[in-house]
């Protein structure tokens, strides 16, 4: 009587199924004797996409000399500093030199230079061999946000950024 009353209920449970979810389940046969001869199998597949952009401001021996930028040792040109905003475009930097004291001098692409000035514990000289950081998802480096990172393991915030004039 049981055997009978399963049999009714699996007929019943089998034709409720939709054959949507029917479909998520692969019936195979199985060649063992210890097993039912028909088995129940479900594949799950997992995917998982990592990226990571690395973006590098080389050092100021590979910094390619700009139409207008002049030769000149840093020391001698006296600058005057102007305040900017709070985000700069990673995309329009092309270098990177260490500035005085806890600063970082950044090159634009069309020869701007602007100062980052590097938060509590971090000096500019741990930079002599250049930048990179991490592509954030805007695109774009910010205060007190984005990590500097140097090539001796250094890991710096951002203070501040000023424009640099020449006077």
Same mark, same amino acid.
């Given at each position: 009587?049981?055997?009978?009353?399963?049999?009714?209920?699996?007929?019943?449970?089998? !034709?409720?199924? @939709?054959?949507?979810?029917?479909?998520?389940?692969?019936?195979?046969?199985?060649? @063992? +004797? *210890?097993?039912?001869?028909?088995?129940?199998?479900?594949?799950?597949?997992?995917?998982?996409?990592?990226?990571?952009?690395?973006?590098? *401001?080389?050092?100021?021996? +590979?910094?390619?000399?700009?139409?207008?930028?002049?030769?000149? @040792?840093?020391?001698?040109?006296?600058?005057?500093?102007?305040?900017?905003?709070? =985000?700069?475009?990673? @995309?329009?930097?092309?270098? +990177?030199?260490?500035?005085?004291?806890?600063?970082?001098?950044?090159? !634009?692409?069309?020869?701007?230079?602007?100062?980052?000035?590097?938060?509590?514990? =971090?000096?500019?000289?741990? *930079?002599?061999?250049? !930048?990179?950081?991490?592509? +954030?998802?805007?695109?774009?480096? =910010?205060?007190?946000?984005?990590?500097?990172?140097?090539?001796?393991?250094?890991? =710096?915030?951002?203070?501040?950024?000023?424009?640099?004039?020449?006077?």
């Amino acid at each position: 009587m049981r055997a009978l009353l399963a049999i009714f209920l699996f007929a019943v449970a089998w !034709t409720t199924l @939709s054959h949507k979810a029917f479909a998520h389940f692969k019936v195979a046969a199985i060649d @063992s +004797s *210890f097993m039912p001869v028909l088995g129940l199998k479900t594949n799950f597949n997992q995917v998982r996409i990592d990226q990571s952009v690395i973006v590098r *401001f080389p050092a100021p021996d +590979s910094v390619p000399a700009t139409a207008g930028a002049q030769r000149q @040792s840093v020391g001698k040109i006296k600058y005057k500093e102007k305040k900017i905003g709070k =985000c700069l475009w990673v @995309s329009r930097l092309g270098g +990177s030199r260490p500035g005085p004291d806890r600063s970082l001098d950044l090159v !634009t692409r069309d020869g701007i230079l602007i100062r980052a000035y590097l938060g509590d514990g =971090c000096l500019a000289r741990e *930079f002599y061999a250049g !930048t990179y950081m991490e592509r +954030s998802y805007d695109g774009k480096l =910010c205060v007190n946000r984005d990590l500097l990172h140097a090539r001796t393991g250094a890991k =710096c915030d951002i203070d501040k950024f000023r424009l640099l004039i020449p006077r």
